[in-house]
């Protein structure tokens, strides 16, 4: 049995390299349940194959990647159900452009959790409404702002209730104009307990909604604290130099 006081997320140890580019040297990480984490760090820091390793989509060299106590790497685990359990979204929309809205949110539920048509799309439509899209499940990706189609891959990986939502820079390619609706979304999934590892370069959202923030730097946490810690009394100069640069 899980201890009650064990994190939902456990990540020690973990060290990855892609050639002799060592990304993760170490990294150790905990993510409480309905928290939200948010990664920080220069382009380059390893805050995607951080996030890509999570989600078992990246092999890592070392370490452990836990979910409510079960090691993800054990060769007994099955990714693809430990994966089913989490949500991702990426920078990139990543909406089927030749399938609507509806069909893009109920794929998953029908082809990895087995669910009727029905029973997906109810689902899909459900989660859509949550998001604000409820006039729009009809409606081909390319017919929506960019903010809308990220509310709708938000909406496909909260669709089967996943434990964790991982997010990557899930505002970096919006307009400015449409960064807010999908920032607010976010705030409001943290408010409703949504536990969340999201990397970002958006610092209000980090000072407004992260219980922890960490700054990633020589692929490690070089820094982790709350906000008003990490991003208003930065104890690292590498991470005063970072928030420097924002500016
Ligand atoms: P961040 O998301 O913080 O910008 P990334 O995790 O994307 O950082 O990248 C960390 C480092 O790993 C970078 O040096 C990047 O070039 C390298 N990297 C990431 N993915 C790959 C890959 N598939 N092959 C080779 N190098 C990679
Ligand atoms: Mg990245």
Redesign the pocket.
């Known amino acids: 049995m899980t201890e009650p006081t064990a994190p939902l997320l456990r990540v020690a140890g973990l060290r990855?390299s892609?050639?002799t580019?060592l990304?993760l040297d170490g990294l150790d990480l905990d993510v409480a349940e309905h928290s939200c984490v948010v990664?920080i760090?220069?382009?380059?820091?390893?805050?995607?194959?951080?996030?890509?390793a999570v989600d078992l989509l990246?092999e890592v060299d070392d370490g452990v990647i836990e979910l409510r106590g079960v090691d993800l790497a054990d060769p007994w685990v099955d990714a693809n159900a430990a994966r089913a359990r989490m949500g991702m979204v990426f920078q990139a929309y990543n909406l089927f452009p030749h399938m609507s809205v509806l069909a893009n949110v109920a794929l998953a539920p029908r082809l990895v959790h087995g669910r009727t048509k029905d029973e997906a799309e109810s689902a899909a439509v459900a989660i859509l409404e949550r998001v604000g899209l409820g006039d729009k499940v009809t409606a081909y990706p390319d017919h929506l702002s960019g903010g809308q189609q990220q509310r709708a891959a938000i909406a496909r990986a909260l669709v089967n209730g996943p434990e964790l939502l991982l997010l990557?820079?899930v505002t970096s390619a919006l307009d400015p104009e449409l960064v807010g609706e999908v920032l607010d979304l976010l705030a409001e999934l943290r408010a409703e307990g949504t536990t969340m590892l999201v990397?970002t370069h958006e610092m209000g959202f980090a000072r407004q909604a992260a219980d922890l923030v960490c700054f990633?730097d020589g692929g490690r946490v070089l820094e982790s604290g709350p906000p008003e810690q990490v991003l208003g009394a930065p104890e690292q100069p590498r991470t005063r130099e970072f928030l420097a640069r924002l500016h």
Not at 41 to 52: A, H, N, V, Y
Request: hydrophobic share 30%.
């Open positions: 990855k892609f050639g580019n990304v990664l760090g220069s382009s380059g820091s390893g805050k995607s194959t951080l996030l890509r990246e990557d820079e990397a990633l």
